[in-house]
């Protein structure tokens, strides 16, 4: 489908990247399942030699997510962890990368229990207070690596203040914007210089596939990051890259059901007598609210809640019914979690402590579901705490 420079979101997410098939002219991109393509003759082939390398529904979403996400190239990998490796890649030994403290489990665990074996080092701070993160930069810092909104606290980065710093010390702006989706915020208009997301989240948004992509703005990112995919191979699949696809063209639809719910459901907690705090960037209470208006297109289905111990974090998610308990987010299902046993249990205990991870604290990610059913399936097994 050619798509003129000017058209929209919702028209962008629904056919960038993507033709008729040239062979039948089905509407919906083919999954290649091909290990390998067939030579004309030695030397001369249709631009696919091994599946590694090149297949071609892994490259319509490619073409896709980095239209969607306003870049010039994207790389599709297995996992959201695999497009982080990949991104860390990048790093030479004696590199040095200012990280947001509030960052994901798994994503800690590849920095400070792998890569730090092979002569990098991370300084984690609060990237929502500028002045912290500009006295963690050393003539080393070669990356500012930025969740926004952070996992589980809900903490923001001001993008286009971070980017400005980081160029300024000549330092790339590295943002996983899976908490958000491009729907809802878009880092490369504001300055960064790569964007990843867990494409098993809000992009897939069904809870069937497993990936990852890197978008890149530079071009020596782009050839190293397309030379690195080959190289180590943790490629996503066709069959993959296809629930993919299928995922993109109702996004919009779906993130507006999602913020519509998240929204909901921080207010209602926010008004019941058990809750503690609520953690969500909607709500006028939380202390980034300006921000979160100017930099968000929308607040998103991530919430997170305290309720003050582990005994009653306990209750609440073994009595809940429509809630499934369960890792993960971005799915049309409304999942709950308990990040310190979970989703964070690779954090160390005074580290979840220090930055607002306790015991008593319950993530959701609001689904799409009738909001007043989600809202009665809280109400039962809060009366249970």
Known sequence: MKLTSRARFSTVCLHAGQDPDPATGAIVTPIYQTSTYVQQELGRHKGYEYGRTQNPTRMALERNLAAIEGGPAGFAFASGMAAIGAIATMLRSGDHVVVSDNTYGGTFRLFDKVLTRYQLSFSYVDTSKLDEVERALTPATRMLFVETPTNP???LTDLRAAADL???HNVRLVVDNTFASPCIQRPIELGADIVTHSTTKYLNGHSDSIG???????GDDIEWLRFVQNAEGAILS????WLVLRGTKTLPLRMQ???ANGLALAEYLSAHPK?????????????????????????????AFELGSLDAARRLLNAVRLHALAESLGGVETLISHPATMTHASVPAETRARIGITDGLVRISAGIEDVEDLKEDLSQALDQV
């Open 238 to 241: 066709a069959f993959d890259s």
């Open 153 to 155: 606290v809900m903490r």
């Open 166 to 168: 980081a160029h300024h």
């Open 275 to 303: 809750v503690k705090h609520v953690y969500y960037p909607g709500l006028p209470t939380h202390p980034q609210h300006e921000l979160a208006k100017r930099q968000m297109h929308g607040f998103g289905g991530m919430l």
């Open 257 to 259: 059901q999602h913020s």
């Open 212 to 218: 990852g992509i890197v978008i890149a703005v530079r």
